[in-house]
Structures are given as structure tokens and as C-alpha cells.
């Protein structure tokens, strides 16, 4: 799912503002509890991979594959590529599918939501104590009757941003009523959870979850978004040449600060439901797809596009 078309957001001209501290106060660990958890991202890619991802019969057969056109707030629609798991997805586009600067190559997006309902208001206070202000809106979805549906409540920590922007959600109750959410009963009281949110499709496929994602953002994007990982209870460390990697939750997050110019997605790693004995190398457009051998497969996208 887009979040910045939900509040109709554009990019900044002359770069992000980073206006919420890197080096806020918190470290993320010191929290009690970890309150977001890796959900899905997003990339946008070159013409000649989004559409060799769309057209790949390998992976409709490797994972939970679909091509959906969404309506979400304001009538705003979208048309994405989702490799779905059990608790997490990954959602791809190419240059053009998206309006504006969230259509250019290197574009992406990060979303971590809560388990449990409530949580998101915790999440708002711990953002303030991170030295950044909390920006609320709501996303509806539209099944195609013309009446939105309240789908998720989102925080961001900034309206203004270069290529990369994350927000956290919570899922609302509205969304989980309505039958054509096609999402499962509540495992307890409270429950708005990513395994509920996702179908037990994956069970049919060999992907089973996202454990790693490595994007490239530029150092105002960064900025920006270390408060956020931190309230959500991640714990945050700086790497070498700048950038920062979050773990927590199953899904590590890796943020490299860079010129905009090489900003954008650039590996993915996903558990499988089952071992696989041989390696097998899947080149789809510009990517590559590594599958095994063990359990595990690495997905690597071309720098910003190019081979």
C-alpha cells in the first residue's frame, strides 16, 4: 500500500528537510516493548524489471503473487506487484506508476505497524520523546462500490521528503468487519496484526516472510526516519559510511545514506516455508533472484536502475 498518495504528498524539491534528529534520545532497545514491526516496502524500478516482475512465471509460482490496482483516500489508485508471506510483503512498481516524484526511479517507501490495537497512541508519545512530531492522517480503501473504508490509521514524521519515506500504521477494525478484506479472525482480544492482515496463501508457495531489507536513502530521509524506528521500539545502530541498521521483530532493516542519485531498493531476503537442496538464479529484468540452497532466497536490484 502507498501512503503518500493518501495525503496526496510531493517529494521535496531541493531535498529532504530532515526535520526530526538522527541522534535523538532514545536507542529504540531501551523500550519496554517493542510496539512496530517490519510490514512491507516498496521500490520503484526501472520499466524493463517492473515489467519482467510482472510478467515472471517463476515467481507467481515462487510466492504469493498479485497485480492489483488499489482506490485509496481522496480516490487516489495504484497499481503494484506484491510478493505476500505470512506476517510480511514487499510491494514493486515501475517508473511512471506512480504520480509525480513517488514515480521516479529510486523512489521507496517503508511501512512498520502494531500487533495490537492502541499501540499507534503509544507509538505518537514515544515519537514526541525522539524529538519529532507526529503526523496523523487515516487511509480508506475503496472495494469498488464508491465507499471508502477506513483501512489504516498512519503516523509520518514529515510531509516533505527526497525519494524514501516510512510511516507506521494500525490497522483498523472497520477494515478487519468488512468481508471483502478477505483477512482472518482475531488470534485475542485487541488483535490487528500482519499474520491476520495476510491470507494463508503463502502456505501454497515457497516464500514465506521478508527477514531482511536493504534500501538507500538520502541523509535527510534518514533523518527523518531514525525517530520513528526508534519509537517503535527497533533497536537502532549506525554503520560505517553512514546509515543505519534496525533489528527487531524478525526483519532487520538496512538504511545507507546516499546522494539521491543512487538512492532506491537494493536487496531483499525472505524466509522459505520449506529447504530447497540446489541454488537456483532467477534474472528478472534487472534483478536477480538467488533461491537456496537451505531455506532461505536474496533478491538484488540494480542500483537506481542501472546493471
Given at each position: 500500500m502507498i501512503v503518500v498518495l493518501a495525503v496526496t504528498l510531493v517529494g521535496a524539491v531541493g531535498g529532504g528537510v530532515g526535520t526530526a534528529?538522527?541522534?535523538?534520545s532514545g536507542s529504540g532497545a531501551s523500550y519496554d516493548r517493542q510496539l512496530l514491526f517490519y510490514n512491507h516496502s516498496y521500490g520503484v524500478l526501472d520499466r524493463e524489471t517492473a515489467d519482467a516482475i510482472e510478467r515472471s512465471d517463476y515467481l507467481k509460482d515462487f510466492a504469493s503473487f498479485e497485480v492489483r490496482t488499489t482506490t485509496g483516500s481522496g480516490g487516489q489508485t495504484w497499481t503494484g506487484r506484491?510478493?505476500?508471506?505470512?506476517?510480511?510483503?514487499?510491494?514493486?512498481?515501475?517508473?511512471?506508476?506512480?504520480?509525480?516524484?513517488d514515480g521516479t526511479l529510486g523512489a521507496a517507501g517503508l511501512g512498520v505497524s502494531t500487533e495490537r490495537d492502541g499501540d499507534l497512541a503509544t507509538v505518537a508519545e514515544r515519537m514526541k520523546s525522539e524529538g519529532a512530531t507526529p503526523i496523523e492522517f487515516l487511509q480508506t480503501r475503496d472495494f469498488g462500490d464508491g465507499v471508502p473504508v477506513p483501512w489504516f490509521d498512519a503516523l509520518l514524521t514529515a510531509t516533505e521528503y527526497d525519494a524514501f519515506q516510512a510511516w507506521a500504521m494500525e490497522y483498523r477494525p472497520?477494515?478487519?468487519a468488512d468481508p471483502r478484506s478477505n483477512t482472518e479472525p482475531a488470534s485475542f482480544p485487541g488483535d490487528v496484526g500482519r499474520e491476520r492482515y495476510l491470507s494463508d496463501?503463502?502456505?501454497?508457495?515457497?516464500?514465506?516472510?521478508?527477514?531482511?531489507v536493504h534500501l538507500a536513502v538520502t541523509e535527510g530521509d534518514l533523518a527523518d526516519t531514525v525517530p520513528l524506528l526508534r519509537a517503535g521500539g527497533f533497536a537502532v545502530r549506525t554503520v560505517t559510511g553512514g546509515g543505519v541498521v534496525a533489528e527487531g521483530g524478525g526483519t532487520t532493516i538496512r538504511l545507507d545514506a546516499v546522494p539521491r542519485a543512487q538512492a532506491g531498493l537494493q536487496r531483499v531476503t525472505m524466509s522459505l516455508n520449506r529447504p530447497v537442496k540446489d541454488r537456483h538464479v532467477e534474472r528478472i529484468g534487472n534483478s536477480t533472484l538467488t533461491v537456496g540452497p537451505g531455506s532461505h532466497a536474496v533478491w538484488t536490484f540494480p542500483a537506481n536502475g542501472t546493471p
Open positions: 534528529q538522527a541522534e535523538g506484491y510478493l505476500r508471506g505470512r506476517e510480511t510483503y514487499l510491494e514493486l512498481f515501475g517508473v511512471g506508476d506512480l504520480p509525480g516524484p472497520e477494515y478487519f496463501d503463502y502456505r501454497n508457495h515457497l516464500m514465506r516472510d521478508i527477514t531482511s
